[in-house]
């Protein structure tokens, strides 16, 4: 991988992330830095599911790749908030 496709992943994951955390409902009580690596975790996996389902590349934006990525990254992030409450 280069340079330019880890700069992509992170700035790709920081998207995603926000948007899950947007998705989730009430505060969640993680970091920046978490909802980054979750949106990053949740952007690879996407990619590899809507891979799987052949829905990766379509003509025109790959909008059901962005909707399961971005419902990953929520997932994600309800469940890492839910961990971290618990303590």
Same mark, same amino acid.
């Given at each position: 991988m280069e340079i330019s496709g880890i700069v992509s992943a992170v700035v790709i994951g920081l998207v #995603?992330? *926000?948007l899950g955390r947007l998705a989730v409902?009430? =505060?969640q009580h993680i970091g920046v830095l978490w909802t980054i690596v *979750?949106? #990053?975790v949740a952007a690879l996996l996407g990619s590899a599911v809507a891979a799987g389902f052949g829905v990766a590349h379509t003509k025109g934006?790959? &909008?059901i790749? &962005?909707?399961i990525q971005i419902?990953?990254?929520a997932v994600? #992030?309800?469940a890492l908030d839910r961990? =971290?409450?618990r303590r």
């Open positions: #995603i992330g *926000v409902p009430g =505060r *979750v949106g #990053i934006p790959d &909008w790749e &962005w909707f419902a990953l990254a994600g #992030i309800a961990a =971290r409450t």
